[in-house]
């Protein structure tokens, strides 16, 4: 029922203090119809200089208080309340339409991704708490199935934004029941279009670090990282019985910073949570059927997606078991012939280089050298080398996904560590784990 003169009037005999704490029990949007039915009301809801109604609704919807995050990367002004929770609910409306214009559904998505990067870091003592920013974030798109059916944004910023944000969910809404046809189907669908851009050899050159990035230097190709997760974590899907206890954490919890294993209180120096022990998966195909799909080869054109639909062809996978240390820059062998990254702008971040040993299939054992960076934006880079029978043999290029020490760890990309013409590729996730994690590679050099 409509609001009436009488009504607001008595609604104004109310001390305006216990309206305004009456209106932070309401939800925004019934806030801001209230705010429409006369001057008084609007000058309540929208006339404190200190926005506490705003910063109230904010809190108790709830999301994540942004005055407990310290980053270098967060804008010096003031918190803007009233704006942000505005901006997040019209997230949420669009998502929730049946139709929206593509320049809506943009910035819709770009709402998200700042929503996932802001959420609060994992502090010793709550690890298993859950961030209110990232739980809104799934419930919405869960409840509208946004982008289960969204197409392409046809720009390259709107896509990367896509990208970036299936990537921080990683296929956890794209499950599917045993009877559900459609949905098999588009998860074969993501499953070839992925590998058609993991496995395209024009996507690796030097402008672009031989990694999944843009050719502006340092720029993530988030649809490039979306992808080498597709095709990881869809083959982790097709070993449930390899290493059935070694899986990487994936999903928006796992992209907090501090998530990862024993980082919520780091070593002074490791800002990045390196030292400690590790899990790598690495994908790869062929070098024949490489060479097929990229140049063309039984009865298939080059690059042609229905490749990887004939009897013939096998993606392997292996585990890699990792311990990394710090070293000091100066320590770095000499067999490390990697560019190495600039010198970091933020003091607080400064590149670090680690060393250490990895152990493969056999337990093969190898030694590993490498750098991480802070990069502009807040996104950490991950540089590194395999070094066998002191000769660098690949190089690896990786990405952290979400925050600083995220469990969700790194992908990225692997290839020759000379570059030469002809040289495979393939994916790789690399997650941090527990020091007691269970071990399959090492234990076979003891046997």
Sequence with gaps: MAATPTTLSRVFQIPPELTEHTL???HPRDVESFSQTCQKARRLVYGSPDQYLWRQLFLLFPFDDPRLISSPFQEDSQFNWRKELHRRMEAQLIACRTSSTLEDLLKAIETFVSVVQSAAPVTWGHERVPSPNLLWVVEVLQSTNMLRYLPLLFSEEGNQSLARLRAYLALTLDEYDDDDVEGKERLKSIRTKSRCQVYDLRNYHQDNDWGPFN?????????????????????????????PDTRPRYGLEATRAYSAPGTTSLATGDWAGIEGHWRRYVCFMDYRDLFAFNYGNRGHGQ???????????????????????????????????????????????????????????????ATVVGSVTMSEGGVVRWRFASIANSRIQWSSEGVQIGGIASAFGV???????????????????????????PIYMRTLVNN
């Design 24 to 26: 932070t029990l309401c």
């Design 215 to 243: 050719i502006i230097v340092g720029e993530v190709d988030w649809t490039h990282i979306e992808s080498i997760i597709n095709v990881v974590s869809m083959n982790l899907s097709d070993r449930l019985n390899d290493w």
């Design 303 to 365: 690059r042609d997606g229905t490749y990887f639909d004939t009897p013939h062809f096998e993606e392997a996978m292996r585990l890699v078991e990792l311990k990394l240390t710090l070293i000091d820059a100066q320590t770095i062998p000499e067999v490390y012939t990697l560019d190495r990254f600039p010198d970091s702008p933020y003091t607080h971040y400064p590149t670090l280089y680690f060393t250490g040993s990895s152990w493969g299939i056999k337990g093969n054992e």
């Design 411 to 437: 992908i990225g990309t692997w290839t020759g560590a000379h570059h030469d013409h002809g040289d495979p590729v393939g994916p790789f996730w690399l997650y941090k784990v527990e020091d007691d994690h």
